[in-house]
């Protein structure tokens, strides 16, 4: 019997994203990229490991996990408020000439900025007027999504990894994980804020099951510390 799926339970998911028009915009297959043109260069395709109930794929997405079970195939609609929400008017902004002269560009509809580490894309060109798009390019637009979990992870390391390497956005190789006994023992690459790993700390202990969670600083190698003035 298959199993079924639950809030915070830990699944490997493979899926495709369309326009209702069948345009594929997002994949984990490389060759579902292959066959609708998008770019493949420098490009990761793998299935994704994701926590239910973790936000860590699209809302409306996360939510139809639930429930479905392991090894099945399944199609979905969400509506805008569902996947990339609706477009905002407030978002459509003028961006200053100056700042298009500090990034070394000349502003035209089409082009991707980064303001302030807020994406968007210019509208719209009249004079000095320049307005810029911060919407999501699939703002306002229904979408449907084709997915299969391929399986459900039990395994506490990999849980943590995967819950780290997300939330983190670090490579989950990356993390360095010890389990005995129901405890974890966790080595990050880089040190992060007590706050922080309070809080993961907190959060590692409501879905994956272990019962104590340990942050251990990085220990710096010999030749790896900064030499002497």
Known sequence: MSETIEKHDFIELNYTGRLTDGTVFDTTEKTVAEQNNLPTQGMIFASQIICIGENQVLPGLDKELVGKEVGQEYEITLSAEQAFGKRDIKKMKIVP??????????????LQIDVDGERGIVARVSGGRIIVNFNHPLAGREVMYSFKIVRKITDASEKVKSYLGNVLRIPREKVEVKVADNQVEITLPVDFPAVLTDLL????????????????KKEVKAEEKPAGK
């Open 97 to 110: 000439m100056s700042t298009f002269i500090e990034h070394k560009v000349q502003p035209q509809p089409g």
């Open 201 to 216: 700390t907190k959060k590692l202990l409501e879905v994956t099951g272990v019962k104590e969670v340990l942050f251990k």
